[in-house]
């Protein structure tokens, strides 16, 4: 189960940081992983985490990113900064059942997702 919070609307050029906690049989010591989605458009990869800590971030956004996670509290994080109209999405939430993935941008290799938060970006 993976709740996604932090979202919300904010200016061109501004920072938000988003925080997606896990309960039951899944959360941070798994590979985990944020997608966003416009509507009428695929799911896209957006950056991972395995369960050494090890971070990877789409090339497009890199440099406005930082993924992390805190064991603790079983909870990930998303840091974008500088944002665009274009970062404007559905942003998601997921965790694989395997501490690391081969390939992180392919979504079949999540077993659960959130259900989504918007992130709304005004020029």
């Known amino acids: 189960h993976l709740v996604e919070s932090g979202g919300g609307s904010v200016q061109a050029g501004g920072s938000l940081r988003l925080s997606c906690t896990a309960s039951?049989?899944?959360?941070?010591?798994?590979?985990m992983a944020w997608f966003r989605q416009v509507p009428g458009e695929e799911r896209e990869w957006v950056a991972a985490i395995d369960s050494d800590g090890r971070p990877r971030y789409a090339e497009s956004m890199k440099g406005r990113l930082t993924i992390s996670k805190d064991n603790a509290k079983n909870t990930l994080y998303l840091q974008i900064d500088s944002l665009k109209p274009e970062d404007t999405a559905m942003y998601y939430c997921a965790a694989a059942r395997w501490r690391w993935l081969d390939n992180p941008l392919e979504q079949s290799g999540y077993a659960f997702w959130g259900s989504g938060i918007q992130v709304t970006v005004s020029s």
């Open positions: 039951g049989d899944t959360g941070s010591r798994y590979c």
